[in-house]
């Protein structure tokens, strides 16, 4: 594995190699590639580094992997063509980590390293040097150790001794313990009902700081991302960690990151960005609501945190905690292997921390009341709410989707209104709004049902918007607030008051809400997805986590039929039995997390191209094809959890192949991607 010969320079006898991974996306080319140091760049080619090297004729950026006495490579090398940056901004455990993660998801190095390492900050790599040279070494030498932040001198981190929250759960003290005596336990921990879960985390990393080691912590969006930040303020002190997310900044992202890179702070808490955060001594992975599918990356090989995160937990025997209100299969798989332990609270603690909690469409209700089986706010809800406004409490309202009519039919034949220029669905952006596509854009301002001619259109699913608008009227005087894309509110005041939300944009009440009705069950249960109920139970028990207690008047009302399994584990609050439910109809279905499976997305003759060059492992399966957008198709490639790595494997060694001989049709690869439909 040589880099490309210069013909302009002959390589010295004696010249020090450096192996560079360099940023080519190419499967074929995954592989570190030899190059030879220059005399003037020995001292500061050090591994981590970025560098510009000659590739096949090109200049290209590449990372220094590390520096070797010789290469195996009998012809010519070149030389490093530059040292962009003296920062080794690379640390060795992220380089294996990775390795590691490209294997997994059939991805090469340079994209994982792209996901990794963020943009270079000329200005700030300069600042932060020339800070560091006017500290002198006595403050570098004690940052690593916690003794010092990017502010100064800070005082030592509390060791969790006093976090009475985590007594709630019988295995909680026993998991701080752990965590300051610098052992690595493993934890997937259902929260309590209205848990002050950044506070719990923060106490779990202090104890891990005082164990002295550090941390790294997941969340999913910035508004838990500012909650968090504010608890470990609280809870170490000013200076002891940074934030990290690319909602910050080019700037800010990679000052944090460069705070982090150079053992200035322990801890590192972000979105998904920090996943790969570079922490020396890494004690402690940890990730909230590892649901939510925002914590799957985008980008390829498109990793999810979560498995980031436990895969460094496993490299760097470090604890990990799998945190939510709710659990999902991959969790509970973790649980059922014994690869970590559940940390709940017991049942009386859940009774008396739980709101109260009822469906609309069991047998009392629709006894009560025969039109709740069909009515949006059956008469249980509006009790529900108004009581909770005469008590001064303010009610919160989850709405599935936003916007005010995102869907609607011919109100004469009921048939679904859809674009005549592209077929998309017909939405109504207010009550006086023209009809609009929500693919294209186009206005129909002359809309005729294709069915019957008829003009006048009706709500098939009514958004967030209109439902304001409808409780606005339906409660005169009391203030509505709709909390979503548009502005999502991080808090309430705790006086009687309307929350229309969509989910994830629930805010926090001052007290808690009085009343929290969850509407449309159906459009989340209806889903043609595999993680259809499990997605639903997440939602609602988010929302119902901000309920109060039902001793202090809290009530949910969820407008659903009781005898469902989702809700059946919101009635009991119950997530527990729900991911082992779920788990197991996978595991007898085939379905991931019991098996492991890939995508291969793109053109019918692409994708069935690369199926033919891979080597599949002995037990897969291929099912499919399956329409995919546009003119592409997804096959899916199913073998047991025990051969993941030779499908991986085969997989990027396929695209390797296409790669090399320059196939003009891209496939997309995903292992265990979210949606497989």
Request: proline share 8%; aromatic share 4%; hydrophobic share 45%.
């Amino acid at each position: 594995m040589t880099g490309t010969r210069r013909s302009d320079r002959r390589p010295a006898d004696g010249s020090p190699v450096a192996r560079v991974c360099v940023d080519v996306p190419l499967a074929h080319l995954d592989r570190p590639f030899d190059y030879l140091v220059p005399a003037e760049l020995d001292a500061d080619a050090v591994p981590g580094v970025r560098v510009k090297v000659r590739f096949a004729g090109q200049l290209v950026d590449g990372w220094l992997l590390e520096r070797a006495d010789d290469s195996g490579h009998t012809g010519r090398l070149a030389y490093l063509e530059k040292v962009v940056s003296p920062e080794p901004v690379l640390a060795p455990e992220v380089a294996r980590l990775a390795r590691t993660v490209a294997d997994r998801y059939a991805g090469s190095l340079a994209d994982v390293l792209r996901l990794a390492v963020p943009p270079r900050h000329a200005r700030v790599e300069k600042d932060v040097r020339a800070r560091a040279a006017a500290d002198g070494p006595a403050a570098k030498d004690g940052a690593g150790e916690g003794s010092a932040g990017p502010d100064g001198p800070v005082p030592d981190a509390p060791d969790g001794s006093g976090a009475d929250g985590w007594r709630d759960y019988p295995a909680g003290p026993a998991l701080l313990r752990a965590l300051a005596d610098g052992r690595a336990p493993r934890a997937v921990w259902s929260a309590l009902p209205g848990e002050d879960w950044p506070a719990r985390y923060a106490e779990a990393v202090a104890a891990t700081v005082a164990g002295g080691r550090g941390a790294v912590l997941v969340v999913a969006d910035n508004r838990d991302l500012d909650r968090l930040d504010a608890a470990l303020h609280d809870a170490l002190g000013p200076g002891r960690h940074v934030s990290l997310s690319a909602a910050l900044g080019p700037a800010r992202r990679y000052r944090a990151f460069l705070a982090a890179r150079r053992g200035d702070v322990a801890v590192v808490v972000g979105t998904r960005a920090a996943m790969f955060a570079p922490v020396a001594r890494l004690g402690l992975v940890a990730i909230w609501d590892d649901g939510d599918d925002l914590h799957a990356e985008p980008r390829a090989p498109y990793p999810h945190a979560r498995e980031v995160l436990l895969t460094r937990a496993q490299l760097a025997d470090a604890a990990a905690i799998v945190g939510g209100y709710t659990r999902t299969a991959e969790a509970q798989l973790l649980v059922e292997t014994g690869w970590a332990r559940e940390v709940v609270a017991d049942r009386a603690t859940v009774r008396a921390r739980m709101p109260a909690i009822a469906p609309t469409g069991d047998d009392p209700q629709l006894a009560r009341d025969p039109g709740a089986a069909t009515a949006r706010l059956p008469s249980l809800a509006w009790t529900t709410a108004r009581e909770a406004l005469r008590a001064d409490l303010p009610v919160l309202v989850q709405v599935p989707r936003r916007g005010y009519l995102p869907s609607v039919a011919c109100a004469d034949c009921r048939t679904p209104a859809r674009c005549p220029h592209c077929a998309g669905p017909l939405a109504l952006p207010s009550a006086e709004g023209t009809p609009a596509c929500r693919w294209c854009g186009r206005v129909a301002a002359a809309y005729a049902c294709p069915e019957c001619g008829g003009r006048r259109l009706r709500a098939s699913v009514t958004g967030a918007r209109r439902t304001a608008e409808e409780l606005g009227r339906a409660f005169p005087g009391v203030p509505v607030r709709t909390s979503g894309r548009e502005e999502v509110l991080a808090t309430v005041p705790g006086g009687a008051g309307l929350v229309i939300a969509t989910p994830g944009a629930e805010p926090v009440a001052e007290g808690g809400f009085g009343a929290v009705l969850l509407l449309d069950s159906w459009a989340l249960l209806t889903r043609a997805d595999l993680r259809a109920g499990e997605e639903a139970l997440r939602r609602w028990l988010a929302a119902a986590a901000l309920a109060r207690p039902a001793a202090g008047g809290g009530r949910v009302v969820v407008v659903a039929d009781g005898a469902l399994a989702p809700v059946q584990a919101l009635l009991r609050w119950d997530a527990g039995w729900f991911a082992a439910r779920e788990l197991a109809e996978r595991r007898e279905l085939g379905f991931p997390p019991a098996v492991r499976m890939a995508s291969v997305t793109g053109a019918p003759a692409a994708v069935a191209d690369l199926l033919a060059e891979a080597r599949l492992p002995a037990e897969a399966e291929l099912l499919g094809p399956v329409p995919a957008d546009g003119e592409r198709e997804r096959m899916l490639v199913r073998v047991p959890r025990a051969r993941a790595a030779a499908l991986a494997d085969a997989l990027h060694s396929a695209a390797g192949v296409r790669a090399a001989r320059k196939a003009v049709d891209p496939v997309r690869l995903q292992v265990d991607p979210l949606a497989l439909f």
